[in-house]
């Protein structure tokens, strides 16, 4: 049950974690990019939504 | 620019929140009667129907279902209606919905109770259920899609977002676990068998805790907590990074429910990495949850709705807490298996779902029936008792678990096993009546809501349609500010569910393909063969009496496992079984290597009386099963079925099945014959014995010392 031997069976299996990396690191990137460089006030109003 | 009048559809909101409240008194009074049943096992009052294995998935799929389930769906178009600022899309559909989902809960129940199980925890119902849920749930869906088209506010509020996560991701799971392939009308077996079954499975089971009892209720909570407090949510800021982070992160967690199994160990680290990283966006959620209420905590004091919001985000905190910390390996080792894991799921359920459904009600009620709650002392008052009956349920069961793995894990000095397995269960019985009291000190809480609730009703005056205005959405003018990618999602709802659909489905499919696509992820074992016949019928039984609600079939690659239960499981011995019946709790002993370890009468008299064989056991008696005879016109049936899923029975072998089912049978009844037991050979405990006798002596090493 060695992790290792799964590992080696599988072709190209490199792709799996460096394919989630990207993807995990882009979203991440992207969404706190987004949120400080927003307007503050943009944020506020949404925040206010429910409140109307 | 023109403002339109429009009106709010109250009423299904009324069905949904009255059938949440009837439905969570149902399934926790079946719940506290499962409880006492672990005490006293003369409440299975020795009919099928009444007995523990069928009962405990009535009561799982209940309160998650029925309970949470309807609070859900109400709290959900109460929202999407105000904070998109229009009607719901289409009133038949909310129809259908509502009576669609009962009629499922009517048919689950009775189902259930009838014994057609599908053998999978939390998704047990039978296939033409599944059809029909698969059903309602578009209905849902295209009902809420509808209502964001037609909306009159640009931006999607954060709760939205959440809905739509779950609407998507359970649609996968849901499809994905229920794969099954039907044998007769009500009856199938799951596609998937062993290792494969399993993962997902728990791939399922997991995110079913993610997006059925864990997303929605932060949809709720970002929009009921602001409500409640009257002022908007701490970070918006958050609430986006929440969002994203967590449902990229919850839905790869699902293998740390397998650690130590013959699971393969890439999969099992993969779910405990995911697992600790989900602290920080599940705390980040707390977080902006409760310091919301920051300036407000004088609110806190009196309001009972915002008492039960403090305590059911603390719950969560406790619980997000607590279940990356099970999920790593050392702690997983002692409480997989025992009531530590009950305790867990009930602080979730009973704190978090239940005091945030409470809350939402005595909020949402009084503004329906326009009037004021009925009694703010009661409400106070089911605010002190169901938190006591939360302690009182979870505190036991912590130690009852610890209590009874650290039992099972002692050897004596001379390095033999120090308790024989039963004497770990009569141990803590008195915790398990604790429990039972606990929860219905919960339950009586439930029932002074349900009369706070009813007297409210009957004072108000009930709005069915809620006048309200907005500008329609064309004649908006579009913001100055700066477009972000971001913004462009926010407003396009259908890129949200393609943007949420890739993220969830990016961990499903790497963490499932891989044990899909090759096969010496499970290595097969030459001498595994598979089921005859009559074990086929045995293990059909076993799955119908739910015998994996309180026994595995996994033994754990540990010391104190192998001497008291044989040598551990491997992933190769499982490899004919639709579906996999590991099972998750051991209120009784593993079963896996059970076969051969007694002998056929010992089964045939423990099966209609426990505690004439085990003095104290708390199994229930099955003595149904000595009386009915088993029914052998489907055999065929299922062996067609199992060979079109891959099980290498020769061909034509169908035919001849039901020979060699009797011909078994026959030797059964002789050995019992044998040691004084008249028996016919036609009843169901034959099949059951020839199951359990068959179980793990396929590579049985030899016999272990040292058992029970």
Redesign the interface.
């Given at each position: 049950?060695?992790?290792t031997n799964?590992?080696k069976?599988?072709d190209n299996?490199g792709i799996?974690p460096i394919?989630?990396l990207i993807?995990?690191t882009l979203?991440?990137a992207?969404?706190?990019i987004?949120?400080?460089?927003?307007?503050k006030?943009?944020?506020?109003?949404?925040?206010?939504?429910?409140?109307q | 620019m023109q403002i339109e009048k429009f009106y709010y559809d109250n009423k299904i909101v009324k069905q949904f929140g009255a059938a949440t409240l009837i439905w969570g008194v149902v399934g926790m009074l079946v719940g506290v009667l499962i409880a006492f049943q672990l005490a006293f096992p003369a409440l299975n009052f020795g009919i099928p129907y009444t007995s523990f294995g069928r009962l405990r998935p009535i009561h799982t799929n209940a309160v998650i279902f029925a309970f949470v389930g309807n609070a859900v769906f109400g709290g959900a178009y109460y929202i999407l209606q105000r904070v998109l600022k229009a009607r719901l899309y289409n009133d038949v559909l909310s129809k259908i919905h509502f009576w669609g989902w009962q009629l499922i809960i009517v048919l689950g129940a009775i189902s259930l109770a009838l014994g057609y199980t599908t053998g999978k925890e939390y998704a047990e119902l039978e296939w033409p259920i599944d059809i029909l849920i698969t059903l309602v749930w578009v209905v849902f869906g295209v009902n809420m899609f509808g209502t964001i088209l037609k909306r009159r506010e640009r931006h999607l509020y954060v709760a939205i977002w959440f809905f739509i996560g779950t609407w998507v991701t359970v649609a996968m799971l849901h499809i994905v676990n229920s794969f099954e392939v039907p044998f007769s009308l009500f009856q199938s077996y799951s596609l998937y068998a062993g290792v494969q079954d399993a993962l997902v499975q728990w791939w399922y089971g997991h995110n079913a805790v993610a997006f059925f009892l864990t997303t929605p209720f932060l949809g709720l909570m970002y929009y009921f907590v602001p409500k409640a407090a009257g002022r908007p949510i701490y970070s918006y800021r958050w609430s986006i990074i929440h969002f994203w982070a967590l449902i990229f992160i919850y839905i790869w967690a699902g293998p740390h429910h397998l650690l130590y199994t013959a699971l393969p160990g890439w999969a099992q680290a993969l779910g405990t990495v995911f697992s600790i990283m989900l602290i920080l966006p599940s705390w980040g959620g707390m977080l902006n949850g409760l310091f919301t209420l920051r300036g407000a905590w004088d609110k806190v004091r009196e309001d009972p709705i915002l008492k039960m919001f403090v305590v059911a985000l603390t719950c969560y905190g406790m619980a997000t807490f607590e279940g990356p910390m099970l999920s790593l390996k050392n702690v997983n080792a002692i409480s997989h298996y025992t009531d530590w894991t009950i305790a867990h799921v009930h602080v979730g359920a009973l704190g978090f779902n239940g005091f945030m459904i409470f809350a939402m009600l005595y909020w949402l009620i009084p503004r329906l029936w326009n009037t004021k709650l009925y009694s703010q002392k009661l409400a106070n008052t089911h605010f002190i008792i169901g938190t006591i009956g939360i302690l009182l349920y979870a505190v036991p069961l912590y130690w009852a678990g610890f209590t009874q793995s650290l039992m099972w894990k002692k050897f004596t000095e001379s390095g033999q096993l120090q308790y024989q397995f039963l004497e770990t269960v009569t141990h803590i019985v008195p915790m398990y009546v604790l429990r039972g009291v606990g929860g219905s000190i919960y339950l009586l809480g439930a029932l002074l809501a349900t009369y706070n609730l009813y007297k409210t009703m009957k004072a108000g005056q009930f709005v069915a349609n809620e006048a309200a205005e907005g500008v329609a959405l064309k004649d908006q003018p579009l913001p100055q500010s700066k477009m972000h990618w971001h913004s462009v999602i926010e407003r396009k709802p259908i890129r949200l569910l393609v943007f949420s659909l890739i993220v969830v489905a990016i961990g499903g499919i790497i963490e499932l393909m891989p044990t899909f696509l090759i096969d010496n992820n499970v290595p097969t074992i030459s001498a595994v063969r598979p089921y005859t016949p009559l074990e086929l019928q045995g293990r059909d039984i076993y799955v119908r009496e739910g015998c994996y609600t309180c026994h595995s079939q996994m033994i754990r690659p540990f010391r104190d496992e192998e001497a008291r239960y044989g040598a551990y499981s491997k992933a190769g011995e499982f490899i004919y079984d639709h579906p996999f019946q590991w099972g998750s709790k051991r209120t009784g002993p593993d079963l896996h290597r059970i076969g051969g370890k007694y002998p056929d009468s010992w089964h045939y008299k423990h099966m209609n009386d426990p505690q004439e064989m085990s003095d104290g056991s708390i199994m229930p008696a099955y003595p149904w099963l000595l009386d009915k005879d088993l029914d052998t016109s489907n055999t065929a049936g299922k062996i067609r079925t199992m060979q079109r899923l891959g099980v290498p029975y020769p061909e034509g072998y169908d035919k001849i099945a039901n020979t060699e089912l009797r011909e078994q049978a026959e030797k059964i009844t002789a050995s019992l014959r044998n040691e004084k037991i008249k028996a016919r050979s036609s009843k169901e405990i034959i099949a059951l014995i020839a199951y359990l006798q068959r179980l793990g002596t396929d590579i049985k090493a030899e016999e272990t010392v040292n058992n029970p």
């Open positions: 049950m060695k992790f799964y590992l069976d599988i299996v799996y394919c989630s993807i995990f979203v991440f992207g969404v706190i987004y949120t400080f460089s927003s307007g006030k943009k944020m506020q109003d949404n925040a206010n939504i429910p409140m | -």
